[in-house]
């Protein structure tokens, strides 16, 4: 259930910061990027045992959000300061 409220959570954060940068791909990157890698670190550290789900949820959302704005620059600046959070 953690994973499918992280999703969600991701998903809003995404849109919110969306409308408030009026779509500056480097800002919108670099903030979604931040939240991706502390909400990673977070599953990661909270389920050892088995940390698959946590990058399942994490694909699911990039997956998700590539779909929905369609540009592999703003995915790639996601997934490059998801590594740095």
């Not at 946590?54 to 592999?72: C, E, G, H, K, M």
Request: glycine share 6%; with cysteine.
């Amino acid at each position: 259930m953690d994973h499918v409220i992280a999703i969600v959570v991701g998903l809003a954060l995404r849109a919110v910061i969306d409308i408030q940068t009026d779509s500056d791909y480097r800002l919108t990157s670099t903030l979604v990027g931040l939240w991706e890698g502390c909400v990673l670190s977070h599953f990661l550290h909270k389920y050892r045992r088995n940390p698959s789900d946590a990058y399942l949820a994490l694909a699911t959302r990039f997956a998700i959000d590539f779909l929905l704005v369609n540009s592999p620059v703003r995915s790639v600046l996601t997934g490059a300061w998801t590594l740095v959070g």
